[in-house]
């Protein structure tokens, strides 16, 4: 008589204790990387930001004294502020609202003021008396405002992220009334830190010698 003995095999598996277990680690692990990655991503961000603050405020440092440096000349203009002649680029003996632009603080902004005419035929002439008593801008603005055929262009560039400012403006000219020198100082806030600036400059390409003070034009054209 044969016997045959069955033969069991058992497999073993995973309690619930040991799936609950492993369930905990595993969350807090995927929270720990998950934080981590947050983490990464906005470090990224604000490092970009940064970036993108250092281009802005270097590009604007060197727009101010470049603009500043090749200007024709310069005019004292109401509160502090100046306009410079940029060049008689028609030849016609005149200082039109096209070849002006308009350094202008605005509580605690500097503005840099252009005006682009469709025609420049058209711009409007001023004397430099109009210009230093505030009338060019006043006029070349409102201009901008009723017409499609100018446009008040501020060439200053706005950071998008806004983290930094130009505030604390001042301008001095010196050796009136050829005005050829400048100072501009300006606290600069990038990422909430703040940096005074300071810019000393000779105008290289001064038409002095073409302004008349008395008639308030330039006597002659200034190709060079």
């Given at each position: 008589?044969?016997?045959?003995?069955?033969?069991?095999v058992?497999?073993?598996?995973?309690?619930?204790?040991?799936?609950?277990?492993a369930?905990?680690v595993?969350?807090?692990?995927l929270?720990?990387?998950?934080?981590?990655?947050?983490?990464m991503g906005?470090?990224?961000?604000?490092?970009?930001?940064?970036?993108?603050a250092?281009?802005?405020?270097?590009?604007?440092?060197l727009?101010l004294?470049?603009?500043?440096?090749?200007?024709?000349q310069?005019?004292?203009t109401?509160d502090?502020?100046?306009?410079?002649?940029?060049?008689?680029?028609?030849?016609?003996?005149w200082?039109?609202?096209?070849?002006?632009?308009?350094?202008?603080?605005?509580?605690?902004d500097?503005?840099?003021h252009?005006?682009?005419?469709?025609?420049?035929?058209v711009?409007?002439v001023?004397?430099?008396?109009?210009?230093?008593?505030?009338?060019?801008?006043?006029?070349?603005?409102?201009l901008?405002?009723?017409?499609?055929?100018?446009?008040?262009?501020?060439?200053?560039?706005?950071?998008?992220?806004?983290?930094?400012?130009?505030?604390?403006?001042?301008?001095?000219?010196?050796?009136?009334?050829?005005?050829?020198?400048?100072?501009?100082?300006?606290?600069?806030t990038?990422?909430?830190?703040?940096?005074?600036?300071?810019?000393?400059?000779?105008?290289?390409?001064?038409?002095?010698?073409?302004?008349?003070?008395?008639?308030?034009?330039?006597?002659?054209?200034d190709d060079?």
């Amino acid at each position: 008589m044969y016997r045959y003995a069955s033969k069991h095999v058992w497999r073993k598996g995973f309690t619930l204790v040991e799936l609950l277990v492993a369930l905990t680690v595993s969350s807090i692990v995927l929270g720990a990387v998950g934080t981590l990655a947050f983490a990464m991503g906005a470090a990224n961000k604000s490092l970009e930001q940064a970036n993108k603050a250092q281009v802005y405020s270097r590009f604007s440092t060197l727009l101010l004294r470049d603009t500043l440096r090749y200007a024709r000349q310069a005019f004292v203009t109401p509160d502090g502020n100046i306009a410079l002649w940029k060049a008689d680029n028609n030849s016609d003996g005149w200082i039109d609202g096209s070849e002006l632009i308009f350094f202008r603080v605005a509580g605690q902004d500097l503005h840099l003021h252009e005006f682009a005419f469709t025609d420049p035929e058209v711009a409007p002439v001023f004397t430099i008396a109009e210009i230093e008593d505030g009338t060019a801008y006043s006029e070349l603005s409102q201009l901008a405002s009723n017409s499609t055929n100018v446009d008040n262009r501020q060439t200053l560039p706005d950071c998008p992220e806004d983290t930094f400012t130009i505030s604390e403006v001042t301008f001095t000219i010196l050796d009136p009334p050829a005005n050829k020198y400048l100072n501009l100082t300006y606290k600069l806030t990038e990422n909430g830190v703040a940096t005074k600036y300071q810019v000393n400059t000779r105008l290289r390409c001064s038409a002095d010698n073409l302004i008349d003070y008395i008639a308030g034009t330039i006597v002659q054209d200034d190709d060079y």
